[in-house]
């Protein structure tokens, strides 16, 4: 009874003997002290109470559980165990993490590592339990010889008896068999490793010769050994702390004691032998305090657990001071150091088993009374390791028994009585397990044998001590030492004999209720063995046993009611054994219990009083039996009807004892006759009046128990219910009560059937006429009942079976007031019962079934109004019923039931102001909605239920109406739009079940109007009404009634309804509620989208629908496409099956809906993954034309393994399997069908998610992989396709698949695949630029791509061809070169490797060069700034295009091959911006040749070969742009070492000779170069070259060609000799002379420099050449103060050239002197001027006259010059020798003195003065200072010679003498 109650903590005495207790080992927990004797593990003992733990926490303890004597000592020094401890142990009950109980410490979450340090720290052991280490096994024969020889025997001795017993070489198989045995057992085992024999006793050191800590092995100092020591003074430190501070730990501490205790068993998972013995080391040490051993030992244990070897040496000094701990006990805390080392010992046990149990073994010798502990720690050990313990288990037995005798001290025989205790159960647990054990086989006479001689001497010897608590003891061990003498016939008659030891206890001061279950064990064993207590003693028995019951309990016994239901037991038992005297003393005892309350009484009173009737002594309980009897059916019934809804303890018991009193009274009933009739009108009133359920079935058995045995003994009168003057209820009520409760038949227990039974039985009371039915369909109703249960039958058919039988029992009464009376039965009933409930339900069907057959019109109306008015209408479930019941009734009685909800409608209006009909229900108002909404649904149902004929006539304007009437003039909350939606699907329903196809419903519109406006007022974020579902659901049932529907409104219901549903968010799984009208919405969807599929099932219809699921299927949230997949899978199931055509799909809807459904296959939800695969399948059958044609083939069972396989998560596989799929469709599709899957499947990407588009991406390779090579003429379509969905494409794991399609296409379509690409717009945005980029991936292929557009760009320059195929109207369609360029410019870009590049270089920058040329064309140039579509920045400079494209792409092929350092040259030179200037392109072009020549020099030849052609290209700015390259290529000896210089320089000349004088330019400059490139070959050409050169000299229209020329000439001429020129040497001098005054300064240089060449060649011709020198020497020596400083220096440099010729050594010299010492060379011109007045007068006369032609030079320094030269030619004063510093010859003073003298009247004229004076005059007026200031001082000089000439007439004069007069 114990077991059943369960302990609290709080108990005054712990049911140890009750819990369950988890110890190290395999038996990871039994009950001890029951009957049960194993329990699995993870059940709480004694129920979940016990220990306060979170529900869901393994029950389990952190450490062996206590042995029974240290419990006792427990309690005997009133300790009781707190909450959070175990009851037995009194150690903290540990809730293991998650992850079992050898889950890592360290690894615990810092919410479960508190309470883990706590407990930890409070001494708390490992929580892992122990698997043990099978050991050898020593038999029997081995075991009783080392018995004999009186102690130990060495390890040779033991060995060689455990060999003759085993046999050699057995141990590792039976190791083997026990690990596959216990797999099944659900027993804790771990492999271990092998272990090592029993040493000898010799090798095992005693306690006292156990090494030292200087002995142990390790570091003396420091390591391991420190680090533990140092963990364990933290343990120590926080110990002395807690002490001073608080007698309660705080969390810090125990923090940090648990932190130290798992770092040193981290610090063991690495070196568990070095940290072992360093921790032994430490347990060594004199000075340590028992705190410390404690935590220790608590260590050591947690290492034990974990996996891995141990090292023997330290094992074995580990068992031998831990047995040394335990044995010496000294003071308390000694004692819980000793249960420490103890606990240790055991979970060594579980891999070195052998070493423990000897050391165990060692100490305990017979007849010499062992240690205290040794008995506990092999308890322990025997509960760890039943198995291995078991061999050893006889000799330990014995061993004890010669120790009982020794045992005087209360605390050695508890701790003996409780040692006992755990092997007994030990026993019990390996007698029902052996068959998991290795060792041989033991039975349980092994044992018997020892433990009836312990049992004998408990009973006689200890169990008569006057210590309490070793009686207790006693007592406790002896119920499992029974439990294994009792079923062994020759041992059970031994126990007999100390029966009356055991009644003598009663007398004592222990618990009865004890002594009572061991009495009770022995008398259940013998009733059940059938063998008898000996009747001398059952006289004891029962004589003890009454006096239990009679005498009153002592006050100490606190279990006296438990006992007394014990003794009652007792009593049951001995009931088949009973005489006369044990009979009437049973008698006795029980009526001496009659008036005691407690339920356990009442329930032993009343199972004795069942037994009594049943083993036939009816008489012994005829009167006082059956009084008690009836008494407690009335309490209980009583009771338990007014009780509340509670699990009380209370409740509980009532329960039982109503439950046992219905038994009894069935038995009664059954058993005793003769039974008065007032029990049977008190069972009879039972049935009219009692709600109690369970009742009703026992007292309808016992009932028609009565009445069959009345009936058998045929009294006086049949009717029993006028027998014995005892009276029926009215038969309508009996039968109405009945009916009501057969209803839910299976509320009680059989409850049904019974009363059919006492139905069947009455039936000549009830209603004779009936007799005969019920006779033939009361069997048949018990029949169906009997078949089925509870769990299988079904309350609609059983009802309707039962509502069918009233119908077919009230049409014998027809003509006749019995159907009314009965319903007014009926209809009076209903208040008896709750709302809801199946019986009330079952009255409202009963009540309107049995209306609708009444006779009376006026009476039927009159109880329906009733019904009406009673109703509480805010009651749903009343509210239903009365509706059913008015509809029920319609069935008879239509036109009374319309006019019975006319007139309620009438007086319900007459208070419609108001709405409170006070007048028929006071206690709750109604609202007005609620009744409107049950009036629309009560019309309804007359409709649903009344007689087709009826029905037509009145559904409209009597019925509809009505409906839309109350809607209409409603709130319009969702209780009535629910009976507005209830009513329309049942007038609906009414109406389809006419049949009549051509009956047209008018109000059909009006009500579908009002429905979706319903559809659009339901909110999309939450589903919490059905309102929408019922919508669906009604406008499914209307689009089947006429007239139909159009389809616009076929397509607006459909999208609606999508609308209304879709987006609902998904329901939570704590929500069945919400799942259900989830589930019922989705239902009805696509109820109505099939149907409205029906009205166009033709591939058009197919496709609108389609067309309102894509945006679902593209949704971003999961939940909606999922509902859209699997509503797509319907209705293409629904197609399939319904479609006739031949061809199901039109063309391209395959592909399409394949493309929109593709990605799916790759969703996040399963169900739409394999919703997708059979939207596939179904596609497939389809397209075929025949739906039954992909059944059963190879493709469908691929498709449906890989449905399968679509469960996984992995999305790596989930891709793959998409692959799959997609694999199976591209063999299926039709060619025409794959432009229109790839389309389709491109317009997913980017509209839902990325898994999604990855999907897609990867059906388009595959198809491209699989169908590409069919695919050449749709490759633009495709391209097209992809460019225009890449830009929303942003995940580079969809980009880069994407851009793998266009790759494979580019490899099977390479010039369409450029073509498609080449039409893109300008300027190339950044998708079509990666496709490019991607191009280059592959360098093969790139340069196939590279010069495919080289050829693209070469063939615009080409002429025209025709086109002779669609391939080539396709490739030479209208391409801009300039997006080849780019392209070109985004491959090499992409190259990863500048070689890869050089192979082509030349003809990649000559393609591009050929193409930057030709944006020189005047077509393009004349074009505006902004016709070809340039990227405004902000700035025009920074405009994009054509040409800057072409350059930079120039740029970008020259970094990729070129230096550094050419690309730094041609970034200083500005090479690139004078490429883009149209103005400055030649100049670049130049600039850009000269560095390609200089930096690529191995490609000159190639560039040559490329280049040659375009010299003589007709396209000019090609041609310019060659001849610029040919310029630097002259340079190089290339063109002459390849012999490519003779064509090189026919096409040159002809350029030389070419109108555009650009082109004569370059040419000419590349003819000149010819003297740098190969000048061994210009006296070759130099006719050719003397005949260009000299047409260019003379170039009308370009100076700069002339320029070019005399670069050229100047070049050439160092080359060549005077004799080559021929003639032309005076036409080059003579044109050479005209170009000195030019006013291009690099013509004039360079006149200069040819001059001076020219000079040098002259010497056959120095004549004509001094007459040039003559006509040139002005402009000479004016030019020295040229304006440019390069003409001036090349003019001094010709000047020392020419001045040989004049043959003026003095000024020769004088020349060289200034030039070499850098003077101004005006001084030369003064001393020039000076000698030329001497020596040449008339000279120095012209050249005065010729530098007066200068005045009007547009130079401001030639005109100084000139003036400058002026004067001092024509100036006496500039003939001043003073002014001449470097002339002292006196002659030459002479001489000059005398040319000024001579000069002005020989040199000029009075008119050329005055010219002389007006020009000067006009220079003074010039804008320039300089020129002002020569005038000025010229004219100065002038006007003084002017003076001096008058002052030399005037003397000249006077000198002269007067004319004499003749």
Not at 1015 to 1037: G, I, N, Q, Y
Not at 1140 to 1169: M, N, W, Y
Not at 1801 to 1810: A, F, K, Q, V, Y
Not at 1827 to 1853: D, F
């Amino acid at each position: 009874m114990m077991a059943e109650q369960g302990c609290s903590p709080s108990s005054p005495v712990c049911c140890g003997c009750q819990l369950l207790s988890f110890v190290p080992g395999r038996r990871t927990g039994r009950v001890k002290g029951t009957n049960e004797e194993w329990r699995e593990p993870g059940v709480p003992p004694c129920g979940a109470a016990h220990t306060p733990h979170a529900e869901g926490a393994p029950w389990l303890h952190p450490r062996p559980a206590r042995p029974r004597g240290s419990l006792c000592l427990l309690l005997s020094q009133g300790k009781q165990p707190r909450p959070g401890e175990d009851a037995c142990t009194g150690m903290p009950a540990l809730r293991l993490p998650p992850g079992g109980s050898g889950a890592d410490p360290t690894a615990l979450s810092g919410a479960q590592f508190p309470q883990l340090a706590s407990q930890t720290a409070a001494g708390g052991a490992r929580e892992k339990a122990l698997p043990p280490q099978p050991g050898p096994y020593l038999g029997e024969p081995g075991l009783r010889a080392l018995l004999d020889g009186g102690g130990t025997v060495g390890g040779e001795a033991l060995f060689s008896k455990f060999d003759k017993c085993c046999g050699p070489g057995r141990g590792r198989e039976r190791r083997a068999m026990e690990k596959k045995a216990l797999v099944s057992t659900r027993l804790t085992i771990c492999t271990p490793p092998p272990q090592p024999e029993l040493p000898e006793p010799s090798e095992l050191p005693e306690a006292s010769e156990l090494p030292g800590p200087s002995e142990l092995p390790g570091p003396s100092t420091g390591g391991i050994y420190q680090q533990v020591n140092n963990l364990l003074n933290i343990v120590d430190e926080d110990d002395q702390e807690s002490n001073c501070l608080s007698s309660q730990e705080g969390p810090g501490s125990k923090m940090r004691k648990a932190l130290a205790s798992m770092i040193i068993i981290q610090k063991a998972n690495a070196e568990p032998s070095e940290v072992m013995m360093a921790l032994i080391r430490s347990l060594q040490l004199e000075e340590i305090s028992i705190k410390r051993k404690i935590s220790i030992y608590t260590i050591l244990q947690g290492i034990i657990q974990q996996e891995g070897e141990l090292d023997e040496e330290c094992v074995q000094t580990l068992v031998n001071l831990a047995s040394r701990e335990m044995r010496e006990i000294q003071e308390i805390e000694g004692y819980i150091l000793a249960e420490t080392a103890s606990d240790t010992l055991v979970a060594l046990s579980r891999n070195h088993f052998n070493l423990v149990m000897y050391e165990l073994q060692h100490h305990l010798k017979p007849l010499i009374l062992t240690d205290e502990f040794v008995l506990i720690t092999l308890a322990n050990l025997a509960n760890a390791n039943v198995f291995e313990f078991m061999p050893y288990m006889g000799i330990t037995l014995a061993t004890i028994f010669t120790m009982l005798r020794l045992a005087n001290g209360a605390k050695m025989r508890q701790v003996f009585c409780s040692a006992m205790e755990t092997f007994c159960e030990a026993i019990q647990f390996y007698l029902k397990h052996w068959e998991d054990s290795v060792y041989p086989i033991m039975t349980g006479e092994h044992f018997m044998n020892k433990l009836l001689p312990m049992y004998r001497h408990f009973v006689t010897v200890w169990l008569r001590s006057e210590n309490t608590e070793v009686k207790l003891a006693v007592i406790k061990s002896l119920r499992p030492m029974l439990s294994l003498l009792l079923p062994i016939e020759e041992l059970r008659e031994q126990v007999y004999d100390y029966i009356p030891l055991l009644l003598a206890e009663y007398q004592g001061n222990v618990e009865a209720l004890f002594i009572t279950q061991i009495l009770r064990q022995i008398l259940e064993v013998s009733v059940s063995s059938n063998t008898p207590v000996p009747k001398m003693q059952l006289h004891t028995i029962f004589s003890e046993l009454h006096t239990q019951v009679c005498s009153k309990a002592p006050v100490l016994q606190q279990f006296s009611s438990e006992n007394l239901a014990e003794v009652v037991q007792c009593f049951i038992a001995l009931v088949p054994e009973m005489n006369n005297r044990t009979l009437h003393f049973a008698v006795k005892v029980v009526r001496n219990a009659l008036c005691d309350p407690r339920a356990k009484v009442k329930l032993a009173i009343l199972r004795v009083i069942g037994q009594l009737a049943i083993s036939g002594y009816q008489e012994r309980v005829r009167g006082w039996g059956l009084r008690y009897v009836s008494l407690q059916l009335i309490l209980s019934t009583y009771k338990l009807m007014n009780r509340q809804e509670s699990c009380s303890q209370a409740d509980l018991e009532e329960k039982m004892v109503h439950k046992v009193t219905m038994d009894t009274v069935r038995i009664i009933t059954a058993s005793v006759s003769g039974v008065i009739n007032e029990f049977w009108l008190k069972l009879l009133g039972y049935i009219m009046e009692t709600e109690y359920i369970e009742a009703l079935t026992p007292i309808c058995i016992s009932l028609t128990n009565l009445a069959e045995r009345q009936r058998q003994q045929k009294e006086s009168n049949a009717n029993v219910g006028r027998s014995g003057q005892v009276e029926l209820p009215a038969p309508q009520r009996l039968l109405a009560r009945l009916l009501v409760l057969l209803s839910a038949p299976y509320k009680g227990e059989g409850r049904g059937v019974a009363m059919l039974h006492l139905l069947k039985t009455l039936h000549q009371s009830i209603a004779p006429t009936m007799a005969d039915l019920w006779d033939v369909e009361i069997p048949l109703l018990i029949q169906y009942l009997e078949e089925h249960t509870q769990y299988t039958w079904n309350q609609k058919i059983w009802e309707d079976k039962l509502i069918q039988f009233l119908r077919n029992s009230l049409k014998r009464t027809q003509g006749t007031p019995w159907s009314l009376r009965l319903s007014r039965e009926l209809n009076h009933q209903i208040v008896s019962y709750e709302s809801p409930s199946v019986e009330k339900a079952f009255l409202y069907r009963a009540l309107g079934s049995t209306l609708a057959v009444g006779q009376e019109a006026d009476k039927v109306e009159a109880q329906l109004m009733e019904l009406l008015h009673k109703t509480d209408y805010s009651n749903d479930f009343d509210r239903e019923g009365a509706i059913l019941c008015l509809g029920l009734c319609a069935r008879g009685q239509v036109v009374t039931v319309l006019n019975v909800l006319h007139e309620f409608e009438e007086k319900i209006q007459e208070t419609e102001d108001s709405w409170h009909i006070s007048a028929w229900r006071s206690d709750h108002p109604w609202r007005r909605e609620v009744v409107k909404s049950a009036l629309m649904v009560m019309y309804s149902s007359v409709a649903a239920y009344c007689h087709p004929k009826m029905l037509l006539p009145r559904v409209e304007r009597e019925i509809t109406k009505k409906v839309l009437h109350h809607y209409a003039t409603s709130c319009q909350d969702v209780s009535l739009k629910m009976a507005f939606i209830q009513s329309i699907i049942q007038i609906c329903l009414a109406l389809q079940g006419l049949g009549k196809a051509d009956f047209d419903y008018i109000c059909k519109p009006e009500l579908t109007t009002n429905l979706i406006a319903i559809l659009k007022m339901e909110p999309l974020d939450s589903l919490v009404s059905p309102v929408r579902c019922l919508t669906m659901t009604a406008l499914w049932h209307l689009s089947k009634l006429r007239p139909p529907f159009t389809l616009e409104e076929n397509h607006e219901l459909m999208d609606r309804s999508l609308q209304c549903v879709f987006p609902l968010p998904p329901p939570g799984e704590d929500s069945e509620q919400v799942q259900t009208l989830y589930e019922n919405s989705m239902n009805a969807l696509m109820v109505l989208m099939e149907s409205l599929l029906e009205r166009e099932m033709d591939p058009k219809g197919l496709q609108e629908i389609f067309h309102l699921l894509e945006k679902w299927l593209h949704s971003e949230k999961d939940w909606e496409r999922e509902r859209a997949v699997a509503l797509s899978l319907r209705l293409l199931q629904v197609y399939r099956e319904g479609v006739t055509i031949l061809i199901p799909l039109k063309s391209g809807q395959f592909g399409t809906l394949i493309g929109l459904l593709a990605p799916h296959t790759c969703d996040s939800e399963v169900k739409t993954r394999q919703s997708t695969v059979d939207v596939i399948c179904c596609l497939l059958d389809l397209q075929v034309s025949r739906p039954w044609s992909i059944q059963d083939t190879a493709t469908e069972k691929e498709l449906l393994d890989i449905k399968e396989e679509l469960k996984t998560t992995d999305m790596d596989k989930l891709y793959s399997l998409s692959a799959r799929i997609a694999k199976v469709i591209s063999k299926e599709v039709r060619w025409e069908e794959l432009v229109i899957l790839f389309q389709s499947t491109c317009e997913s990407l980017g509209a839902t998610n990325l898994s999604h588009d990855k999907a897609a991406v990867i059906w388009l390779n595959t198809i491209l992989k699989l169908r590409g090579h069919e695919l050449e003429d749709k490759v633009p379509e495709i391209l097209s396709t992809i460019l225009a969905h890449l830009p929303s494409v942003g995940h580079p794991d969809v980009r880069r698949p994407l851009v793998e399609a266009v790759l494979l296409l580019a490899h099977a379509y390479q010039e369409t695949v450029i073509t498609s690409l080449l039409r893109q717009p300008l300027p190339l945005d950044s998708n079509v630029t990666e496709l490019w980029e991607a191009l280059a991936e592959d360098t093969a292929f790139a340069q196939k791509i590279l010069h495919a557009l080289m050829s693209r760009i070469q063939e615009k320059k080409a002429p025209r061809s025709r086109a002779t195929s669609k391939k080539d109207v396709w490739r030479l369609a209208a391409v801009d070169p300039i997006t080849a360029v780019c392209a070109l410019h985004k491959i090499t870009m992409a190259l990863d490797s500048r070689e890869n590049l050089q192979d082509i270089f030349p003809e990649l920058s000559c393609t591009v060069l050929q193409e930057l040329s030709s944006t020189l064309e005047p077509s393009q140039a004349s074009l505006p700034p902004d016709s070809w579509g340039v990227i405004q920045t902000g700035n025009l400079q920074n405009k994009t295009t054509p040409r800057r494209l072409t350059v930079k792409t120039l740029q970008g092929i020259m970094s990729r091959t070129g230096s550094e350092e050419m690309m730094q040259s041609l970034m200083e030179q500005r090479v690139w911006a004078l490429l883009e200037d149209p103005r400055t392109y030649i100049d670049g072009v130049c600039l850009l040749a000269r560095a390609m020549v200089l930096h690529l020099s191995s490609h000159s030849h190639r560039f040559a070969q490329l280049l040659l052609p375009g010299l003589d290209s007709e396209f000019l700015p090609w041609r310019l742009s060659s001849t610029a390259f040919f310029v630097e290529l002259m340079c190089d000896p290339v063109l002459h070492r390849k012999k490519m210089l003779k064509p090189t320089i026919f096409k040159l000349a002809k350029g030389a000779s070419h109108i555009h004088s650009t082109l004569r330019l370059l040419s000419t400059r590349a003819l000149g170069n010819l003297a740098i490139g190969a000048p061994s070959k210009v006296k070759q050409y130099r006719k050719l070259l003397r005949k260009k050169f000299l047409c260019s000299l003379s170039d009308p229209i370009s100076t700069q060609v002339i320029t070019e020329t005399m670069v050229a000439l100047t070049k050439v001429l160092g080359l060549i000799g005077e004799d080559d020129l021929g003639s032309s040497f005076e036409v080059i001098s003579m044109q050479c002379r005209v170009f000195l005054d030019d006013e291009d300064e690099s013509l004039r240089l360079q006149a200069f420099i040819l001059f001076g060449k020219l000079a040098v060649l002259a010497v056959k011709k120095k004549d004509f050449f001094m007459l040039e020198i003559k006509k040139s020497w002005i402009p000479l020596i004016l030019h020295l103060q040229d304006p440019c400083p390069e003409v001036a220096k090349a003019c001094e440099s010709t000047i020392n050239l020419c001045i040989p010729f004049w043959g003026w050594k003095r000024l020769q010299i004088s020349l060289e002197k200034y030039v070499s010492q850098g003077l101004d060379l005006s001084l030369f011109q003064m001393e020039m001027c000076s000698y030329l007045a001497r020596k040449d007068p008339v000279l120095l006369d012209t050249f005065c006259a010729e530098a007066i032609g200068y005045y009007d030079s547009e130079w401001a320094k030639i005109k100084a010059a000139a003036c400058t030269f002026t004067g001092w030619g024509g100036s006496n004063e500039m003939l001043d020798v003073s002014s001449n510093p470097w002339d002292d010859d006196d002659d030459d003073d002479v001489a000059l003195g005398y040319v000024l003298e001579q000069m002005v009247p020989l040199s000029l004229g009075e008119m050329d003065l005055e010219r002389l004076h007006q020009c000067l005059e006009a220079l003074q007026m010039d804008p320039e200072v300089i020129v002002q200031n020569a005038a000025k001082e010229t004219l100065s000089i002038l006007r003084e010679r002017e003076l001096k000439e008058r002052e030399v007439v005037s003397e000249a004069l006077r000198e002269e003498p007067a004319p004499q007069e003749p």
